[in-house]
């Protein structure tokens, strides 16, 4: 038994043996089994894995070259053809990596990145060839077909080199995979032997079919984001065309040389009135047709010529330059008015890549615009007229139009450009003008003022030229704003009507021929009733109808007042009227209102102080202006005074010597002498010219007005002083009794 169970553990030490040597044989074909596999994973983790994700890559790389070639001739953006060279860069890069993990593959590597080079620079080439000059097209189209051969044939060779790299890496992953089986079915049938063994055989196989599972996972995520890349790409295009093809704005960019891109919005067509843009200059497309002028259009191409390409700090220096609106005019004189945007485009790096601009039609919007502001100014005008009577306003056109006449008449018949002649029309247009201001007409006082102005550089300048037409068109433009005030009275506001002619009498009008015919009859029945007590009470009345008293006529200085006494500042003085229930006929009348006005603003400007003033002199805050009638045989005296500080004869002594009135020698003229230099025209005492006075016109035209109806003024000083100082005094306006009933 003993040798039966020797040979039976012969046998088992036998079969142990064998099992033993059939292990060590297994484990070792195993772990050299394991290790081969191990190397063919650790070759597709570190080598076909990393290859094909550069193969895919490069593919990705190669689209985005595709596309900055695209986009550059599509934006006309230049860099985008250099910033393809450095995708380029990191494609050779990549392939470069793929000599280094595989060796064997570096023949094959290099034929790519010949191809790869070669289709870059043919690319490049064609798309600055297009951008740099667009007239070489057939030139374009050839180097185009063959860069697209070429791509093709790229695209051919990389696609067939990744796979045959996934077909080294399929065999590698099969080869693995079977060998893992091999292993699993020999532990199999090993049985339990060693749990060890094959807890790591299933680790090796775990591993396997993991890194499979990450290999096909990345595959498929690759593909997918090309393709949503891709998509996002063609979407944004296609977005940019349909704004650029819809929006009703002019939008383009200036690129070098002052050029505009081919891609600008489809509407800046209808705007220009032309198709040929893409590639013009802005010059030719844009500013020859405005009527900017060409040296603001030189300026705007110098301003963009230094900005393009320069630092974004170059725009705030020249952008005042851009005008922002311009009148352009078609090829059929349609007259339009653009409004013009710009904006610098900036790079990463602070510089001006090119200048968007955007133009849009505001012709329309003008037209509204300018509609209402003349609805509004004709608002205004009415809110004037409204605020004096019709009888006023009726007078106030036709002593302008008076004064109009007797310009044009001047000017008609003038021969030489002398100072009498400046004088009396600076002297009407003055009058007219300080009427305008008394009852706030703001526009025509504008306007007046312009006219004036005119007037007033003939007088200065003794080398300005006289020239009728300019004078006789400035005076149009006069009478033209009168017309209007005049127009807007009669046919807005129908306030049409002559009631300055019109005498009302409880609620009726007599007419002025009715009232001379009814002093004739008076004056036939005086004739022979002249002992008649009733008789001389009834003729001296009627004689009065039609003539007007002191104090109406003082109503337009006296209605001037408030608003002048607030533009200077000073509380509105007080009137006293001191008449004697004189009346004045209508002719001397004009005269004596227009003599009022200068006077009453040379008191509030000159005489009465201000309120500081006045109180140091202990004087009420409020000054007064007195109007006084003093009978003498066959005249009467008006006299106006006021309680401020007198007549400045030292200044007015200044004004004299420096416009050569007074020769400066040892002997003084005398006070009266002095003073009478108020009437001279040109001279004034005012400090600053103001819209109230300065100008030295106002007792020259007073003085021009009174003698014209036989009336004169002279003035009056009350104190006798040694020194030249403020004086006291008065005007004295003599009236014959033809122009007057007491």
Same mark, same amino acid.
């Given at each position: 038994?003993?040798?039966?169970?020797?040979?039976?553990?012969? #046998?088992?030490?036998?079969?142990?043996?064998?099992?033993?040597?059939?292990?060590?044989?297994?484990?070792?074909?195993?772990?050299?089994?394991?290790?081969?596999?191990?190397?063919?994973?650790?070759?597709?983790?570190?080598?076909?894995?990393?290859?094909?994700?550069?193969?895919?890559?490069?593919?990705?790389?190669?689209?985005?070259? #595709?596309?900055?070639?695209?986009?550059?001739?599509?934006?006309?953006?230049?860099?985008?053809?250099?910033?393809?060279?450095?995708?380029?860069?990191?494609?050779?890069?990549?392939?470069?990596?793929?000599?280094?993990?595989?060796?064997?593959?570096?023949?094959?590597?290099?034929?790519?990145?010949?191809?790869?080079?070669?289709?870059? #620079?043919?690319?490049?080439?064609?798309?600055?060839?297009?951008?740099?000059?667009?007239?070489?097209?057939?030139?374009?189209?050839?180097?185009?077909?063959?860069?697209?051969?070429?791509?093709?044939?790229? +695209?051919?060779?990389?696609?067939?080199?990744?796979?045959?790299?996934?077909?080294?890496?399929?065999?590698?992953?099969?080869?693995?995979?079977?060998?893992?089986?091999?292993?699993?079915?020999?532990?199999?049938?090993?049985?339990?032997? $060693?749990?060890?063994?094959?807890?790591?055989? !299933?680790?090796?196989?775990?591993?396997?079919?993991?890194?499979?599972?990450?290999?096909?996972? +990345?595959?498929?995520?690759?593909?997918?984001?090309?393709?949503?890349?891709?998509?996002?790409?063609?979407?944004?295009?296609?977005?940019?065309?349909?704004?650029?093809?819809?929006?009703?704005?002019?939008?383009?960019?200036?690129?070098? $040389?002052?050029?505009?891109?081919?891609?600008?919005?489809?509407?800046?067509?209808?705007?220009?009135?032309? $198709?040929?843009?893409?590639?013009?200059?802005?010059?030719?497309?844009?500013?020859?047709?405005?009527?900017?002028?060409?040296?603001?259009?030189?300026?705007?191409? $110098?301003?963009?010529?230094?900005?393009?390409?320069?630092?974004?700090?170059?725009?705030?220096?020249?952008?005042?330059?851009?005008?922002?609106?311009?009148?352009?005019?078609?090829?059929?004189?349609?007259?339009?008015?653009?409004?013009?945007?710009?904006?610098?485009?900036?790079?990463?790096?602070?510089?001006?890549? #090119?200048?968007?601009?955007?133009?849009?039609?505001?012709?329309?919007?003008?037209?509204?615009?300018?509609?209402?502001?003349?609805?509004?100014?004709?608002?205004?005008?009415?809110?004037?007229?409204?605020?004096?009577?019709?009888?006023?306003?009726?007078?106030?056109?036709?002593?302008?139009?008076?004064?109009?006449?007797?310009?044009?008449?001047?000017?008609?018949?003038? *021969?030489?450009?002398?100072?009498?002649?400046?004088?009396?029309?600076?002297?009407?247009?003055?009058?007219?003008?300080?009427?305008?201001?008394?009852?706030?007409?703001?526009?025509?006082?504008?306007?007046?003022?312009?006219?004036?102005?005119?007037?007033?550089?003939?007088?200065?300048?003794?080398?300005?030229?006289?020239?009728?037409? *300019?004078?006789?068109?400035?005076?149009?433009?006069?009478?033209?704003?009168?017309?209007?005030? +005049?127009?807007?009275?009669?046919?807005?506001?129908?306030?049409?009507?002559?009631?300055?002619?019109?005498? *009302?009498?409880?609620?009726?009008?007599?007419?002025?021929?009715?009232?001379?015919?009814?002093?004739?009859?008076?004056?036939?029945?005086?004739?022979?009733?002249?002992?008649?007590?009733?008789?001389?009470?009834?003729?001296?009345?009627?004689?009065?109808?039609?003539?007007?008293?002191?104090?109406?006529?003082?109503?337009?200085?006296?209605?001037?007042?408030?608003?002048?006494?607030?533009?200077?500042?000073?509380?509105?003085?007080?009137?006293?009227?001191?008449?004697?229930?004189?009346?004045? !006929?209508?002719?001397?009348?004009?005269?004596?209102?227009?003599?009022?006005?200068?006077?009453?603003?040379?008191?509030?400007?000159?005489?009465?102080?201000?309120?500081?003033?006045?109180?140091?002199?202990?004087?009420?805050?409020?000054?007064?202006?007195?109007?006084?009638?003093?009978?003498?045989?066959?005249?009467?005296?008006?006299?106006?005074?006021?309680?401020?500080?007198?007549?400045?004869?030292?200044?007015?002594?200044?004004?004299?010597?420096?416009?050569?009135?007074?020769?400066?020698?040892?002997?003084?003229?005398?006070?009266?002498?002095?003073?009478?230099?108020?009437?001279?025209?040109?001279?004034?005492?005012?400090?600053?010219?103001?819209?109230?006075?300065?100008?030295?016109?106002?007792?020259?035209?007073?003085?021009?007005?009174?003698?014209?109806?036989?009336?004169?003024?002279?003035?009056?000083?009350?104190?006798?002083?040694?020194?030249?100082?403020?004086?006291?005094?008065?005007?004295?306006?003599?009236?014959?009794?033809?122009?007057?009933?007491?």
């Amino acid at each position: 038994m003993s040798v039966s169970t020797n040979n039976s553990l012969k #046998k088992i030490v036998f079969i142990v043996l064998i099992a033993i040597v059939a292990f060590i044989i297994f484990m070792a074909y195993s772990i050299n089994t394991s290790i081969s596999n191990n190397k063919k994973l650790e070759d597709i983790k570190l080598v076909h894995f990393p290859v094909l994700e550069r193969v895919d890559a490069n593919i990705v790389f190669l689209d985005k070259i #595709k596309e900055s070639f695209i986009q550059a001739i599509l934006t006309g953006d230049d860099e985008l053809v250099f910033s393809a060279e450095s995708v380029k860069d990191k494609a050779i890069s990549k392939f470069d990596e793929i000599k280094e993990y595989h060796k064997p593959y570096k023949d094959r590597v290099d034929a790519l990145i010949d191809e790869f080079n070669a289709y870059y #620079k043919l690319g490049s080439e064609t798309a600055i060839l297009l951008l740099e000059n667009i007239d070489k097209r057939e030139l374009v189209q050839e180097k185009t077909e063959i860069m697209n051969e070429k791509l093709l044939h790229l +695209q051919k060779s990389i696609t067939s080199f990744r796979e045959y790299s996934y077909n080294s890496f399929s065999d590698t992953l099969t080869e693995s995979n079977e060998s893992a089986t091999l292993n699993m079915y020999l532990g199999v049938a090993l049985g339990m032997m $060693n749990l060890v063994f094959m807890g790591v055989l !299933v680790f090796f196989i775990r591993n396997s079919f993991s890194m499979m599972a990450i290999i096909a996972e +990345q595959n498929a995520t690759l593909e997918q984001r090309v393709a949503e890349r891709t998509a996002q790409l063609s979407q944004k295009t296609h977005d940019m065309n349909a704004m650029l093809d819809n929006m009703l704005l002019g939008v383009f960019t200036v690129i070098g $040389n002052n050029k505009i891109h081919p891609e600008y919005s489809r509407y800046l067509e209808t705007i220009l009135d032309t $198709n040929d843009i893409a590639g013009s200059t802005i010059s030719e497309c844009l500013l020859n047709k405005c009527t900017i002028g060409s040296n603001a259009a030189d300026q705007i191409v $110098n301003a963009l010529e230094s900005m393009i390409g320069e630092d974004e700090m170059m725009y705030d220096f020249n952008s005042h330059l851009l005008v922002n609106e311009a009148q352009l005019v078609t090829e059929a004189g349609e007259k339009r008015i653009l409004q013009i945007d710009w904006n610098p485009i900036i790079s990463d790096d602070g510089v001006i890549e #090119k200048i968007l601009v955007i133009v849009q039609d505001v012709t329309e919007l003008r037209l509204l615009e300018l509609e209402a502001e003349e609805s509004k100014k004709e608002l205004t005008i009415i809110s004037q007229i409204l605020k004096i009577s019709i009888g006023k306003f009726n007078e106030f056109v036709q002593s302008s139009h008076k004064f109009f006449d007797e310009n044009e008449e001047l000017i008609k018949n003038t *021969t030489s450009k002398s100072p009498e002649l400046l004088a009396s029309l600076f002297r009407n247009m003055h009058t007219v003008k300080g009427n305008a201001r008394t009852y706030e007409f703001v526009n025509l006082t504008d306007t007046i003022h312009e006219v004036e102005q005119v007037y007033d550089e003939l007088r200065k300048d003794e080398q300005a030229i006289l020239d009728k037409d *300019t004078l006789l068109e400035d005076l149009k433009k006069a009478r033209s704003a009168v017309a209007m005030y +005049q127009e807007i009275n009669d046919n807005v506001l129908c306030r049409k009507g002559r009631s300055s002619d019109l005498l *009302t009498v409880r609620g009726g009008f007599v007419s002025n021929e009715e009232i001379d015919q009814l002093k004739s009859m008076a004056a036939e029945l005086y004739q022979k009733y002249v002992e008649d007590g009733a008789m001389q009470e009834l003729h001296k009345n009627i004689i009065r109808i039609g003539e007007i008293p002191l104090p109406r006529l003082i109503d337009g200085a006296v209605d001037s007042i408030a608003s002048l006494a607030k533009e200077l500042g000073k509380p509105i003085p007080e009137i006293k009227i001191v008449d004697h229930n004189i009346t004045f !006929v209508n002719k001397v009348c004009e005269p004596l209102k227009s003599s009022f006005m200068h006077i009453v603003r040379n008191s509030l400007d000159h005489g009465i102080e201000s309120v500081e003033e006045r109180a140091a002199k202990n004087k009420p805050e409020m000054g007064t202006l007195t109007f006084e009638v003093a009978e003498n045989e066959n005249s009467i005296d008006l006299k106006i005074r006021d309680d401020g500080r007198g007549l400045a004869l030292h200044k007015l002594y200044q004004k004299a010597l420096d416009a050569g009135i007074f020769k400066g020698e040892d002997t003084i003229p005398s006070h009266q002498e002095i003073a009478e230099v108020i009437f001279n025209s040109g001279l004034t005492t005012a400090e600053s010219l103001t819209q109230v006075s300065g100008r030295g016109v106002g007792m020259d035209a007073v003085r021009s007005f009174l003698e014209k109806q036989g009336a004169s003024i002279k003035i009056v000083l009350f104190e006798s002083k040694e020194e030249l100082d403020f004086t006291q005094f008065e005007f004295v306006i003599s009236i014959p009794s033809e122009l007057y009933t007491l």
